[in-house]
């Protein structure tokens, strides 16, 4: 299976010109990558401008009085088909609890998306999974993201972060797209795909620098 590239741009870039700026430099120079596929979460005002296939978060609920949230239909819409859930920042931020995270993988089950659970524990996975059938796995994808090495610059040893992968394989008993971020850089890519065996990386900062996100899929894609 081709590696599984998820840039997570968090709340970046400020404006629409500079998002485009990005978006367009990225674009024209994977046109021809067929080694891996790449997905962009970009925030949810730039996903219709953009066409991208990612997006960072989603609602549980499917309609009505919510102010500010967004539908897992209103992303299949406009053409998403990856949405991270659970992601620490807003485990933090937004004080998301594991119920809450469980709803929303559900909902965007339902409506056909991919989820990319984000864990950093092995204990969440039974939380955030309850309910959610061995049949329902197969459009799951789990991204380990070990709290101390998010936007850190200090990326977790692969050693590491490979028996953190087959621990999650083994809870889950089935075989799933697990994939690796942390402070992933061009440098050290490759290593959590070839020495690791993840999937896929999920780069946060080093998504917005144009030359070293291109460098990360060319560097995974060659291995
Ligand atoms: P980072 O972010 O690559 O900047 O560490 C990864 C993430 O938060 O998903």
Not at 23 to 41: G, L, M, P, Q, Y
Not at 78 to 104: A, F, P
Not at 115 to 142: M, Y
Request: charged content about 30%; glycine content about 6%; overall charge positive.
């Amino acid at each position: 299976m081709k590696p599984l590239i998820v840039a997570n741009w968090k709340m970046n870039p400020q404006t629409l010109a500079d998002t485009k700026k990005l978006f367009n430099s990225v674009k024209k120079r994977i046109k021809d990558t067929k080694k891996a596929e790449v997905v962009i979460c970009a925030p949810f005002v730039f996903l219709p401008i953009l066409k991208v296939k990612g997006a960072q978060d989603c609602f549980w609920e499917e309609k009505g009085a919510y102010t500010g949230e967004i539908s897992t239909k209103m992303l299949k819409d406009l053409g998403i088909e990856y949405v991270i859930i659970g992601h620490s920042e807003r485990r933090k931020y937004q004080k998301e609890t594991d119920e809450m995270i469980n709803k929303k993988i559900k909902a965007a089950i339902v409506e056909g998306l991919k989820p990319i659970l984000c864990i950093d524990k092995i204990s969440q996975l039974e939380r955030d999974l309850k309910g959610v059938s061995l049949k329902e796995f197969r459009n799951l994808i789990i991204a380990y993201e070990p709290l101390f090495a998010i936007g850190s610059g200090q990326p977790c040893p692969p050693e590491k972060a490979e028996r953190m992968r087959i621990l999650i394989q083994k809870k889950l008993k089935k075989r799933i797209r697990i994939v690796y971020g942390g402070s992933v850089n061009s440098q050290n890519a490759k290593e959590y795909i070839e020495k690791a065996g993840f999937q896929g990386l999920l780069p946060g900062g080093a998504s917005l620098k144009a030359k070293e996100f291109i460098k990360i899929i060319k560097n995974v894609s060659r291995s």
